[in-house]
């Protein structure tokens, strides 16, 4: 990363007569960084990287809530859509190898997972 922003710097430096001043950012979603200034570079973290792309100093927080909301949202419709399957693997795992007292008949299952297949005439 810091070969590529030297790189970026040099590149720019070389086509801009004016001595155009390029400061390369590593931006990063989440988290801190107390020390933003890594010498080649400035790495931006959290509030400090949402404030810089957008100018608005409470935008870190304004998305997280939003996000944060349809995610549950999605979240609470996989657990009902996910709990239906379960039911009704379980349901059909007991019709075909549970007795009616739920005991599991292993035979039918060693015999259907690597039994072989009955050929039909």
């Known amino acids: 990363m810091r070969d590529n922003f030297k790189k970026a710097k040099r590149i720019l430096g070389t086509n801009r007569p004016t001595g155009f001043h390029v400061i390369a950012v590593n931006g990063c979603c989440y988290g801190k ?3 933003p200034n890594k010498g080649d570079y400035i ?4 509030q400090r990287f949402w404030e810089f792309i957008s100018g608005n100093e409470n935008l870190y927080t304004e998305i997280i809530e939003p996000l944060g909301h349809r ?5 609470d419709l996989f657990l009902q859509e996910y709990a ?4 009704k693997f379980s349901l059909e795992f007991m019709k075909m190898f549970c007795d009616p007292s739920g005991e599991i008949h292993w035979e039918e299952v060693i015999k ?3 039994g072989r297949n009955k050929v039909k005439a």
């Open 112 to 114: 259907f997972n690597s």
């Open 43 to 46: 790495k931006l973290c959290g």
């Open 33 to 35: 960084d107390n020390v």
């Open 84 to 87: 239906k399957v379960i039911n």
């Open 71 to 75: 995610a549950k949202e999605k979240n």
